[in-house]
């Protein structure tokens, strides 16, 4: 605010500038959806929402980006779409796995409109799926979820699975992976394979090792070096 006062000429020093703000990471509400949950939240699901739900889990979209989806932005033939109208200002490509196709294809044949996720009665965006959105969740017994959350279910569940940092942040449109980085929290279950791992023994192999060691043997004769069974005089 007083950035703004300053730019607008109501102050001549921001007298807040050397203060220390909190932490937004301590107020972040991280909620990821399990597979059994959303069983249970796509079962529940109206007709014309859950499309949208299955959207959100396979491509991370925001809940507008998806409302706002316009078939010219899918390409079915590249199984890319674009997403424009983001947050940051910049489009970014989405590739279309086997569980999004399926949804965009009978959409395509059942939808006679522009927009990929149109509400049926008039062909338009929905204005707002929200009561659609807790009415199911109630149904399926899942509580304290947003749609919000489906997005942070898709980039967590990418970097449990192994995919780089990098690559989350460029399918979610962060504009600095230190966002991103509040997805990589680990389950318990990955934390105790995690700490295993120190206590797992190399398997030896003795026929292995004793065959390295003739070829360096070997090596060290052939280039005129004294081999392990020379023995050294000093004077």
Sequence with gaps: MFNLALDWGYCAHNPVLKVK???ERDNLKERVLSEEEEAKLLE???????????????????????LMLKWEQVDLKTLTLQVTRTKSGKNRMIPINNALLEVL???RQNVNSNFVFP???????????RNGFISSCRRAGIENL???DLRHTFGTRLIQKGVDIVTVQNLLGHRSVTITQRYTHTSSVQKREAVDLLVE???????KQEELLLICDTGSRREGQISPSSTVSTN
């Design 201 to 207: 023994k190399v398997p030896k192999h003795p026929q």
């Design 44 to 66: 529940q699901c109206p007709r014309q929402l859950k499309p949208i739900v299955i959207a959100a889990l396979n491509t991370g979209m925001r809940r507008n980006e998806i």
């Design 119 to 129: 509400n049926p009665e008039n062909g338009e965006p929905f204005r707002s799926i």
């Design 21 to 23: 703000l909190f932490s």
């Design 105 to 107: 294809n009978i959409q």
């Design 146 to 148: 947003r749609f919000h």
